[in-house]
């Protein structure tokens, strides 16, 4: 069995959906701690051809609190700001009809809590590009705090018994294949390979929000860029 694990980020780039595809299952990693200035609650998009921040804002956010533990702003308006961003950017691309739809239900999901509101569009999102992983939530299954780095990564994974870990390449320094090898489980690094797609931008822009990706291709022309990748030891 195949396992991923990484924290959840806001609507994330085709690399991170292409380790989604890759594994059986995908541990979200949520109950580690909220990095500011990261990917978990905000993403980009591209507005007249440059670069912009989609973000979602939250509530007394902190370093200190884990990543389940952080709020979300309680208004509304930010949602209704969020959904217009979109609206006005991409009204015109080939897939806005199909797509848009399920990028405001996502934007809209009803909950307070930061990890709650992620999962729930990485399983959606998931759902809409027809990849069938399983999703867990490590603040609901492992109890394994006590643990750090590697040595929490491979007790996930000898938990749930996967035979291949497969992290972002990122991650190389991180990990020792030979102890990965002693616990019987092979140690995997995705390279996700460029293949760009017409944009409205004048030069392609890679690792933009998946939203850039869906809007221009659509999710039935999803499959090349996901299999776009290669895994190596």
């Known amino acids: 069995m195949k396992l991923g694990i990484m924290q959840p980020y806001f609507f994330p780039y085709i690399g991170y959906w292409q380790l989604i595809h890759v594994v059986d299952r995908f541990v979200i990693y949520d109950d580690v701690n909220f990095i500011k200035g990261g990917w978990i609650n905000r993403n980009r998009i591209l ?10 804002p939250l509530h007394q956010q902190s370093p200190f609190k884990r ?5 979300l702003q309680p208004s509304l308006a930010w949602r209704d700001k969020l959904v217009k961003m979109v609206e006005i950017t991409y009204r015109k691309a080939t897939y806005f009809a199909e797509v848009f739809p399920t990028i405001e239900k996502i934007i809209r999901t009803k909950t307070d809590n930061l990890a709650d509101y992620l999962a729930n569009q990485l399983q959606m999102l998931s759902a809409f590009m027809n990849i069938d992983t399983e999703f867990v939530l490590t603040s609901r299954c492992y109890k394994n705090n006590e643990l750090a780095g590697q040595e929490r990564i491979l007790d996930i994974c000898e938990r749930e018994m996967a035979t291949t870990y497969i992290n972002p390449q990122g991650g190389q320094a991180l990990y020792d294949g030979d102890v990965f090898r002693k616990a019987g489980i092979n140690l995997r690094f995705i ?12 030069e392609f822009i890679s690792c933009l929000s998946i939203i850039d990706a869906l ?4 999710p039935g022309g999803m499959k090349p860029h996901l299999d776009a990748f290669d895994l190596i030891a």
């Not at 507005?47 to 979602?56: M, P």
């Not at 990543?67 to 709020?71: D, K, L, N, R, V």
């Not at 809007?215 to 659509?218: L, S, T, Y």
Request: glycine residues 6%; proline residues 6%; aromatic residues 10%.
């Open 47 to 56: 507005i007249n051809g440059a670069k912009a921040y989609l973000s979602v």
């Open 67 to 71: 990543i389940f533990e952080t709020a």
């Open 191 to 202: 390279v996700m390979r460029p293949l760009p797609y017409k944009q409205k931008a004048s």
């Open 215 to 218: 809007m221009e291709i659509g």
